[in-house]
């Protein structure tokens, strides 16, 4: 399943991040690791970006990159 799949409250494992180098550098900086719980906090109505929680922490991704994450829900 991907982060994009995702809707408000579920909450998921990151499995693996299949983005480029310079995305996936991003994306791992800001907590988007394999194992991390993430939880999807909002999105807008035509699932164009999402907010989701890492950490304790809120992070703003456009749908195209929750596409690339890989997650299972919980």
Do not use: C, Q, Y
Request: overall charge positive.
């Amino acid at each position: 399943m991907k982060l994009n799949e995702l809707n408000i409250g579920d909450e998921a494992i990151v499995r693996k991040v299949f983005a480029s180098e310079p995305l996936k550098s991003r994306l791992l900086s800001m907590g988007i690791t394999k194992g991390e719980k993430i939880k999807v906090l909002k999105h807008t109505l035509a699932k164009n970006t999402f907010e989701v929680e890492v950490n304790r922490v809120p992070i703003a991704l456009r749908s195209e990159e929750a596409a690339l994450v890989e997650v299972e829900k919980i």
